[in-house]
């Protein structure tokens, strides 16, 4: 276990071989499909490796099996506690769970920058998934070390105390659970790689298909694929479980690009003192209110007084 | 063109010898059968009824040989009555059926397969990451239980991320005690006061505060308790080093 353990060194990562795509379908040909349900595909994907633009050879894909302790992983994200969140513009309701960090949601009284509630939930699973993020960084900067090096300098925009784990590339993270997303882009990211491991037990399909490319990643058991999931309009296709005990789950690592306005920790705790201060005030003078916006505490104050 | 273990030689008869058998109860996957075959060749005899030239073993194999436009196939020959054909048909197909896979040795005999020797052993690589998938599921890794409820502020869960990357395999101890996490808040530079109104009171507070927090060009309600508390007593107040 211990030498497992000792796995999250970049040089133990093994070496991948290169392979190349044409893309067949520009950006805005393929932001068309967004909404769309992803077909029942074939993998083209099946190999192991680090995938090209085969004119520009620039990287766009690696898919590399996951390094580390497997087994833990997979029993943290098995005892993740999930909840149904419908995404509003796909008309879709995905079975998921975010962890790492979140950006402020004042709409939602989220007044400051925070750790995800799984953390506090399910300590032990929140600290397992946040692990992960640090070996998968490092299969980035092996991999495709100009990408690292860009998203590092997108990342030093994000307060060290908001990455996911030290040094990550990520600030956050979910767990979906046999989601066959419809095409979309992760627009809510800063455009940088983001990582996709995949646990699954007998359950068919569920491949990831990126249209710009013609491609779709087999996503087997124990996979990890990497790539720009802002920029490529991407989707997952169908699934097909072969019996009850079925799943299949992926683990999304990226940055969200409002984690940037988050300020050090001990800043955001006041921030966060001060606008409840302002929402008890807010509170009781609507509560205190009128229809016609008489202030009744005003009211009963100088009635006192005349008293 | 047959392709028959050479020891089989003494046992090979043409197909045309043989029937299958009449309402075989066994639905068997002949494909499975044909990548075998044409992988391995016969290794093992089909068996037949000697009176008849039933197949009472093999019937999916005799299949898989014509597919494979072989002429003949080695048979053992077996002198029983039809009931007793019958039986050990049920028998043969049964007894496999009844038996399990240890699944770290099927594990270890299917991984370091190449492609076609993998391909005629009958799995997919899906089949072969569903093993292992139950095999992760039944390893005992002591995820240590849930701590329903327990407050971990980002620099403990920082701080105990940092000591489980340092060494401890499986993160089991990283979460604080209550204890600890008491003696963290005890031995930390801020402590919390909280005050509790009933809701007539605390209109009338949060009211207080906020124009003393104006008048005097205070920050905070921290900022107007502790004003209050040095005009009220007269003392200064301390720094915060």
Request: proline share 6%; with cysteine.
């Given at each position: 276990?211990?030498?497992?353990?000792?796995?999250?060194?970049?040089?133990?990562?093994?070496?991948?071989?290169?392979?190349?795509?044409?893309?067949?379908?520009?950006?805005?040909?393929?932001?068309?499909?967004?909404?769309?349900?992803?077909?029942?595909?074939?993998?083209?994907?099946?190999?192991?490796?680090?995938?090209?633009?085969?004119?520009?050879?620039?990287?766009?894909?690696?898919?590399?099996?996951?390094?580390?302790?497997?087994?833990?992983?997979?029993?943290?994200?098995?005892?993740?506690?999930?909840?149904?969140?419908?995404?509003?513009?796909?008309?879709?309701?995905?079975?998921?769970?975010?962890?790492?960090?979140?950006?402020?949601?004042?709409?939602?009284?989220?007044?400051?920058?925070?750790?995800?509630?799984?953390?506090?939930?399910?300590?032990?699973?929140?600290?397992?998934?946040?692990?992960?993020?640090?070996?998968?960084?490092?299969?980035?900067?092996?991999?495709?070390?100009?990408?690292?090096?860009?998203?590092?300098?997108?990342?030093?925009?994000?307060?060290?105390?908001?990455?996911?784990?030290e040094k990550s590339l990520w600030t956050s993270g979910v767990v979906n659970k046999a989601s066959a997303l419809p095409y979309h882009r992760d627009r809510s990211n800063f455009e940088t790689w983001s990582a996709m491991p995949v646990i699954r037990k007998e359950m068919r399909g569920g491949m990831l298909n990126i249209p710009a490319w013609n491609a779709t990643v087999a996503c087997r058991d124990g996979s990890v694929t990497i790539f720009n999931g802002f920029r490529y309009v991407h989707g997952v296709t169908p699934m097909k479980p072969l019996n009850k005990k079925a799943y299949r789950y992926s683990v999304v690592y990226y940055a969200l690009r409002g984690m940037k306005d988050c300020h050090t920790t001990a800043l955001e705790q006041a921030r966060g003192r001060e606008k409840r201060m302002q929402r008890e005030e807010d509170f009781i003078n609507k509560q205190y209110q009128t229809k016609d916006g008489v202030n009744l505490l005003k009211v009963l104050k100088s009635s006192d007084v005349d008293a | 063109m047959s392709k028959i273990a050479d020891s089989l030689s003494g046992l090979v008869v043409p197909l045309s010898e043989l029937k299958l058998l009449s309402k075989n109860p066994r639905k068997g996957n002949v494909g499975a059968v044909v990548k075998s075959y044409s992988t391995f060749g016969q290794l093992k005899p089909i068996v037949a009824r000697k009176a008849t030239g039933e197949i009472i073993a093999g019937n999916h194999q005799f299949l898989a040989a014509q597919e494979l436009g072989w002429s003949e196939i080695a048979v053992v020959w077996a002198d029983i009555d039809e009931k007793s054909a019958r039986a050990y048909a049920v028998a043969d197909n049964r007894t496999g059926e009844l038996a399990e896979w240890d699944v770290n040795a099927l594990i270890e005999s299917l991984q370091d397969l190449d492609t076609a020797l993998f391909d005629a052993a009958g799995f997919s690589l899906d089949e072969l990451d569903d093993l292992k998938a139950i095999l992760d599921e039944q390893a005992e890794i002591d995820l240590f239980p849930p701590r329903k409820g327990s407050a971990l502020p980002i620099d403990v869960v920082r701080a105990t991320n940092a000591a489980n990357l340092e060494g401890n395999p499986a993160g089991i101890d990283y979460a604080p005690s209550y204890q600890e996490r008491l003696e963290k808040y005890m031995g930390s530079a801020v402590r919390s006061i909280v005050v509790s109104l009933p809701l007539t009171k605390f209109a009338w507070a949060i009211e207080c505060l906020a124009e003393l927090r104006k008048q005097n060009d205070l920050e905070t309600n921290t900022d107007v308790f502790v004003w209050m508390l040095s005009n009220a007593t007269g003392k200064d107040i301390p720094s915060e080093e």
């Open positions: 276990m211990q030498q497992e353990r000792t796995f999250q060194v970049k040089s133990d990562l093994a070496e991948l071989p290169d392979f190349y795509l044409k893309e067949v379908k520009t950006r805005d040909e393929a932001e068309e499909l967004v909404g769309q349900t992803v077909p029942d595909l074939e993998a083209t994907i099946t190999e192991y490796g680090i995938y090209r633009d085969a004119e520009s050879k620039e990287p766009l894909l690696i898919y590399a099996p996951f390094v580390g302790d497997l087994a833990r992983y997979r029993k943290a994200i098995l005892n993740v506690p999930m909840s149904a969140t419908p995404r509003g513009q796909l008309g879709f309701t995905n079975i998921s769970r975010t962890f790492g960090m979140a950006p402020r949601k004042p709409q939602h009284r989220m007044e400051t920058c925070r750790i995800t509630t799984l953390a506090t939930e399910e300590p032990a699973v929140h600290m397992a998934l946040v692990d992960v993020a640090k070996t998968l960084s490092q299969m980035v900067e092996k991999y495709v070390p100009e990408q690292f090096a860009h998203d590092t300098v997108v990342m030093e925009q994000v307060e060290e105390d908001w990455r996911i784990s | -």
